[in-house]
Every structure is written in structure tokens, then in C-alpha cells.
Nanobody, 119 residues
Framework: QVQLVESGGGLAQPGGSLTLSCAASRGFFSINALGWYRQAPGKERELVAL?????NYADSVKGRFTISRDNAKNTVYLQMNSLKPEDTAVYYC???????????????WGKGTLVTVSS
């Protein structure tokens, strides 16, 4: 059983910063993608940042958010700067990968961490 555990959410003021972390409970044979998604109240879940062979960001966070990974720690990070009230959402990490060479790629999700941006 693979678990992804997010941390680092909380309350931030507009213009402030937060760093989210997502740690996997085990290593993987291969990882196809690592990503952060978010879901604001009353809205659908949307992609925020994704690492595959390249790194992609939603237009709304380009230049403000940075996704990174630490393979040794099985952890992916999301550095969020210049936060805006519209960044308020539950943030979820996602990992798509193979546990063994013969297993099929699967998607794993964390339970989410709440980020609130308010003065």
C-alpha cells in the first residue's frame, strides 16, 4: 500500500509564501509524473504543476510557484510565493509510477492539505 502524505498547508497573507511537501511511503521502480493539483470550494480539481520529462505550470501560477523533487527522500515540493486569495484551495499531490519493473503504472493521491490565503 502506497501512501502520499502532504504537509505544509495553512494560513498565509496575500503576498506571502508557503512550501508544501508530499512524501511517498516507499520508493518506486520508476516515476512517470509528479504533480500538484488543487480544488477550491465549488470548483473542479485543477492541475497546478507537473513534472514529467519537462515541468509544466498552470498559467495562473507561472512565475510564482515552483515544483521540485528529492528522489532520495521520495518527496515532491511546491514552493508558493506571492500568494493570492484565489490560491485558496485544498492542494493534492499525485504520483504516477511503477513499484516494480513488471507492475503497471498507477496513480496515487494524497489526502490533501488546505491552503488559505487571507488577510
Amino acid at each position: 500500500q502506497v501512501q502520499l502524505v502532504e504537509s505544509g498547508g495553512g494560513l498565509a497573507q496575500p503576498g506571502g509564501s508557503l512550501t508544501l511537501s508530499c512524501a511517498a511511503s516507499r520508493g518506486f521502480f520508476s516515476i512517470n509524473a509528479l504533480g500538484w493539483y488543487r480544488q477550491a470550494p465549488g470548483k473542479e480539481r485543477e492541475l497546478v504543476a507537473l513534472i514529467t520529462s519537462v515541468t509544466n505550470y498552470a498559467d495562473s501560477v507561472k512565475g510564482r510557484f515552483t515544483i521540485s523533487r528529492d528522489n532520495a527522500k521520495n518527496t515532491v515540493y511546491l514552493q508558493m510565493n506571492s500568494l493570492k486569495p484565489e490560491d485558496t484551495a485544498v492542494y493534492y499531490c499525485n504520483l504516477r509510477g511503477k513499484i516494480t519493473p513488471r507492475s503497471s503504472p498507477m496513480d496515487y493521491w494524497g489526502k490533501g492539505t488546505l491552503v488559505t490565503v487571507s488577510s
